[in-house]
C-alpha cells in the first residue's frame, strides 16, 4: 500500500498526523530529522503484515517484533548486547535445571506477575497455556498451536504442576536445547492469560492478545498498522516510552520515504542501495548480523532437483561473495555453513560449501549432462528478485538455465506451497541462535519438499539426532557443526548471504541495539522530542 493511501485514523491519526518532514536535499546531503510523532511514542515500520497475534499460532519474525511486547516467554534472550551470540536470561521463569540426563527440566516461576487483564500468573497459568498444544481431551486444545508447536515438542511425554510457582517438562529423550528454544519467535510458546482465551475463544485471542509484558494491546488495523501502550501493572522494568506502532509498509521506496519524511522512528530490512544515502542524511544503520540467512530450497517435485550431481554444480557455481559485494553493496557476508552467524554453533572458520564454477562444469560433464540441458526456473518473492536474478546469472555461465519467477509474498508462498514441474529451488530465508535450527531448516527445506528419496536421509538424519539428543552438553555443539558438514556433503540446501544492515534508525531514537538475533528490544528505546 502506498504512502499517499493511507489514512490514518483513530489512534493513528493523533500520533502521525503531524506534518513536521525531514528536509532533505535532493542529491541525498545533509537533513534535519524531525519525527512526526510525540517523544513518548515510536513508530516502527515492518516490511512484511504480522501474521495472528497468537503466541501458539503465529509466524514471520514481523509478527514477533510486536508481539513479544505484550507476551513473555518462561526464557529470553539478552538483547542489550551487540557482541556475540545472545545469553539467556529469566523471564517468566526466573531459573530452570535438568535432571542428569536432562529429560526433565524444571522451571521455577516468577511470583507477584499479572496479566494485563488483572489475573495472576503462576503453575496453573501455564499449565493452561500448555494444555491448549499438548492434550487433545482439554476443553481448549487447538489443532493449530498443536501444528505448529508440533516440532519442539515432539518428544514430550508430561508436564506437572509441582506447586504454584514450580513446573516440569518430561521428555522422552535428553532435550539440552529446551530453554534457548523457549526464547524463540516460531513454535515456542510465549504465555497468554487463560482468561483472555476463554473470553475469546481459540479463534479470539489473536484480535484481543493479552499476556504479562511491558506493553498491552490497543488496536489493529489489517495492513495499516497495530498499536500498544504501556502497561502500568508490569512486573519488570518499565518501559521508556509509552506507546508504541508498528506500520505495514510493503514496498521498500515507500517505507523508506516515510522514514526520511519522519513518519516512522525505525526501518525495517533496509536496501543495501539506500545505506549510504541514510547514514548521510543523519540516519544510523547499525551493523551486526541478527541470526539469519538466504539458502537456496530445491523443490524436490523437479527432476533436476533430486539429481545430486545437478544439486552440486548450482552449489559451486553461486558466487556468494559477488552476491554480498554487489547485490547487497558490502552490506551482507557471503555464508559456507547452513548454521547462521548469531547461532550457538556457528563456527565462522567452517566452508562447507565452496565456489568453483571449472569444477561445477566438470561435474554436469561427469554426470553425462550438456551445455544448457539441465533448465529450470528459480522461484523468489520481490525482495529477494536480485540475488535470484544474480544466481541465475551464475547458473548461466556453467551451463545451467534458470530463469526467475518473481512473486509478491503471498502468490510466492503460494507457488513453493504448490510448485509447477519446472520449478527448482526457491530462496528462501531464516535462521536462529540456536542449533536445532539445523534440524528445522533441513525438515523444512527438504523433508516439507519431498527430497527424504533424494538425499541421504539416514546418514543426515544419524547426524541430527546425535547432536539433538546428546546428554553430553561439551559434546552438543561439535555434533551439530558435524551435522551440518553432513547436509552440505549431499548439497541438500545451500545457504547464501547473511545480512549485515537490517535495520535504520532516526537520529531521534536511544537506546536501539541490533543484537545478533532476529528481533530487538524495544524496553530501554527512548526518543528526543
Not at 171 to 196: D, E, K, M, N
Not at 451 to 456: Q, S, Y
Request: proline share 6%.
Amino acid at each position: 500500500m502506498r504512502i499517499d493511501r493511507i489514512r490514518r485514523r483513530s489512534t493513528v491519526a493523533v500520533l502521525l498526523g503531524l506534518t513536521i518532514a525531514v528536509v532533505a536535499s535532493a542529491c541525498g546531503g545533509e537533513s534535519t530529522w524531525v519525527s512526526k510523532s510525540p517523544a513518548d511514542t515510536l513508530v516502527v515500520g515492518l516490511y512484511t503484515e504480522p501474521t495472528a497475534v497468537d503466541p501458539q499460532r503465529e509466524y514471520f519474525w514481523e509478527t514477533f517484533r510486536a508481539s513479544r511486547n505484550v507476551y513473555e516467554p518462561l526464557v529470553q534472550e539478552v538483547l542489550s548486547s551487540d557482541q556475540g551470540v545472545t545469553k539467556l536470561a529469566p523471564g517468566l521463569a526466573t531459573a530452570w535445571r535438568p535432571n542428569a540426563d536432562a529429560t526433565t527440566w524444571t522451571f521455577d516461576l516468577r511470583k507477584n506477575v499479572k496479566f494485563q487483564d488483572g489475573t495472576d500468573f503462576d503453575a496453573a497459568a501455564l499449565d493452561f497455556n500448555v494444555k491448549r498444544f499438548t492434550d487433545p481431551a482439554f476443553e481448549f486444545y487447538d489443532e493449530k498451536s498443536a501444528a505448529m508447536l508440533k516440532a519442539r515438542f515432539s518428544d514430550l511425554t508430561g508436564t506437572r504442576i509441582v506447586d504454584d510457582h514450580t513446573y516440569e517438562f518430561t521428555f522422552t529423550r535428553p532435550y539440552l536445547g529446551f530453554p534457548r528454544l523457549l526464547a524463540q519467535s516460531i513454535g515456542s510458546p510465549l504465555v497468554f492469560s487463560p482468561a483472555a482465551l476463554r473470553k475469546y475463544g481459540n479463534d479470539g485471542l489473536s484480535e484481543h492478545p493479552t499476556g504479562t509484558g511491558p506493553y498491552r494491546w490497543v488496536e489493529r488495523k489489517i495492513n495499516d498498522h497495530i498499536t500498544l501502550e504501556k502497561f502500568d501493572g508490569y512486573w519488570g522494568t518499565a518501559p521508556k516510552l509509552k506507546r508504541l506502532v508498528f506500520r505495514t509498509i510493503a514496498n521498500n521506496q515507500s517505507r523508506l520515504a516515510a522514514f526520511q519524511s519522519g513518519e516512522i522512528d525505525i526501518l525495517t530490512r533496509v536496501q543495501p542501495t539506500d545505506v549510504e544515502l541514510l547514514e548521510r542524511q543523519g540516519a544510523s544503520v547499525p551493523k551486526g548480523t541478527a541470526a539469519q540467512l538466504d539458502y537456496v530450497s530445491f523443490l524436490f517435485g523437479n527432476k533436476w532437483s533430486q539429481n545430486p550431481r545437478v544439486r552440486e554444480a548450482v552449489s559451486l557455481a553461486i558466487d556468494r561473495k559477488g552476491l554480498a559485494d554487489n547485490i547487497y553493496s558490502g552490506h551482507a557476508q557471503p555464508l559456507w555453513s547452513f548454521l547462521n552467524p548469531g547461532n550457538e554453533a556457528y563456527d565462522a572458520g567452517a566452508r562447507n560449501y565452496s565456489y568453483d564454477p571449472e569444477k561445477a562444469k566438470q561435474v554436469l560433464a561427469q554426470a553425462g549432462l550438456t551445455p544448457n540441458q539441465v533448465s529450470f526456473n528459480i522461484i523468489a518473492d520481490l525482495a529477494g528478485q536480485p540475488e535470484a536474478e544474480a544466481i541465475s546469472a551464475d547458473l548461466k555461465k556453467v551451463g545451467i538455465n534458470a530463469p526467475v519467477v518473481a512473486l509478491e509474498r503471498g502468490n510466492y508462498s503460494s507457488r513453493i506451497s504448490n510448485p509447477q514441474p519446472d520449478d527448482g529451488f526457491h530462496l528462501g530465508e531464516y535462521g536462529g541462535t540456536y542449533p536445532e535450527w539445523a534440524l528445522e531448516g533441513f525438515n523444512s527445506t527438504v523433508l516439507a519438499n519431498g527430497g527424504d528419496k533424494f538425499v541421504d536421509y539416514p546418514a543426515i538424519t544419524r547426524a541430527l539426532d546425535a547432536a539433538r539428543y546428546t546428554s553430553d552438553e561439551n559434546a552438543r555443539i561439535p555434533a551439530w557443526q558435524n551435522a551440518d558438514k553432513v547436509i552440505a556433503a549431499d548439497h541438500a540446501v545451500i545457504p547464501t548471504v547473511n545480512f549485515t544492515s537490517y535495520y535504520a534508525i532516526s537520529p531521534k531514537v536511544r537506546g536501539f541495539v541490533f543484537a545478533n538475533t532476529n528481533w530487538y528490544d524495544l524496553g530501554p528505546v527512548s526518543k528526543e522530542n
